[in-house]
């Protein structure tokens, strides 16, 4: 049973699925950020309007004005958003929705949905396989999508040779596997290794993604304070002194950066392991976030391995049972002593997953909800909307997917 049934009895399934999926709806909470937002005037500019934006993006309705058609003409659908048969709001009502919201309101009722996630365990779920050291909190994975502008067919070549477009926040972007003159948008995005998303920002196409992660992260920061975030998951194109320094300084969290080959000063190895005096490769002991250092033993490895008679060694006499011991220091650099280098379990563990959910998502990107095709709108705000709403829905998929069936994560192979 759900709440809809004594206004709408379902004959199929998908009916029947169609109203467990908006009897998820956290309505409530929905409302007390929409009544952060209300004014003077006519009513109807709040919770039926959230859910017809919603089930815009379930049922891949391409415009504001098929939307309306679409809830005149189906009657669950009107049942779902709770609208009354004669009350059918005008396409342009949805207009001054998204003009008294902004998409700082979209972004705050996107938090209500990650709550509603939190609370069953979805934000940060046991990963099994993962090092016992692991430090505690949500793991996350930046990634980016481009949007193909609805105004890309109508640009004009000025005399320096740039190209001014009907929407002025659109420019040209990388080449793009489907479009061959790649002009829009690019939604940068913060989500959890288990999918779910947590900030979306947009931008012009041309921006490059590593000029977003901080921006990302402070949006982060002030939307989620009370959740703690371990380790972010970044491509090789993110791997630099300044990120690898600026995540962790700034924000507490460990980045995990696919690395470019990287040139290690004498001493150390090719992987950046030091040596021992006697030019062997040391053990990682432990790595001190405090003191931003870690720490490595040499174990007598001369011993180990036969090679005590190629030199002597002052430190055979200690008591230490780790024999040599020495320090790198983040400080140092980063990039190349930082808290999750290469050779550490946690960033081979963690490495793995980030193919896996590019993989994943790289179809949830082209397939979700058609975000792409339905993207009629102009400006950075409208578009960072028509986002949000694609944010929102998708994470009450996944949290409607984990009552139904159990399933933790949409692009994690999870079971207990």
């Not at 699925?17 to 109807?44: C, H, N, S, W």
């Not at 982060?220 to 791997?239: C, N, V």
């Not at 490895?301 to 005590?308: A, E, F, G, K, T």
């Amino acid at each position: 049973m759900t709440k809809f049934d004594r206004f709408f009895t379902p004959r199929t399934a998908q009916e029947r699925e169609f109203l467990e999926y908006f009897d998820l709806m956290p309505a409530r909470r929905i409302k007390t950020v929409l009544d952060k937002y209300k004014k003077p005037g006519p009513q109807g500019y709040g919770l039926p309007l959230i859910l017809s934006r919603i089930l815009k993006v379930k049922e891949c309705i391409l415009s504001d004005r098929s939307l309306v058609q679409a809830l005149a003409k189906h009657r669950i659908y009107r049942v779902v958003c709770a609208i009354a048969d004669h009350e059918i709001p005008a396409f342009n009502t949805y207009t001054t929705l998204r003009r008294r919201l902004g998409a700082q309101g979209f972004a705050q009722i996107h938090e209500v949905f990650v709550q509603f996630a939190e609370e069953y365990g979805l934000i940060n779920p046991p990963i099994p396989g993962l090092p016992k050291n692991l430090k505690q909190g949500v793991i996350l994975v930046a990634d980016s999508t481009f949007l193909l502008t609805s105004a890309s067919t109508h640009g004009e070549k000025l005399e320096g040779g740039e190209w001014l477009f009907s929407d002025p926040s659109a420019t040209f972007g990388r080449p793009h596997p489907h479009h061959k003159f790649p002009v829009g948008h690019k939604a940068h995005s913060l989500r959890t290794v288990s999918g779910i998303p947590l900030v979306s920002l947009v931008s012009s196409a041309s921006d490059h993604d590593v000029d977003w992660i901080f921006p990302l992260l402070q949006a982060l920061a002030r939307r989620y304070g009370e959740l703690t975030f371990a380790y972010i998951i970044l491509d090789r194109g993110y791997d630099s002194e300044d990120i690898h320094r600026g995540v962790f300084e700034e924000f507490g969290i460990i980045p995990i950066i696919i690395r470019k080959k990287t040139a290690y000063p004498e001493g150390f190895t090719p992987d950046g392991v030091p040596l021992c005096p006697g030019g062997l490769p040391m053990r990682r002991r432990l790595t001190d976030l405090q003191r931003k250092r870690t720490q490595w033993a040499c174990q007598r490895q001369c011993i180990r391995q036969n090679q005590l008679r190629l030199f002597s060694c002052e430190h055979l006499e200690s008591k230490s049972p780790y024999g040599y011991l020495s320090y790198t220091r983040f400080a140092d650099g980063y990039r190349k002593f930082g808290p999750a280098q290469p050779d550490t379990g946690i960033y081979q563990k963690l490495k793995p997953l980030r193919t896996g959910i590019e993989r994943a998502f790289g179809i949830v990107k082209q397939n979700r909800y058609r975000m792409e095709n339905t993207n009629t709108y102009r400006g950075i705000e409208n578009i960072s909307i028509h986002v949000i709403e694609h944010d929102i829905t998708l994470t009450l998929d996944i949290i409607y997917d984990y009552v139904k069936s159990g399933k933790l994560s949409p692009v994690l192979h999870i079971e207990y």
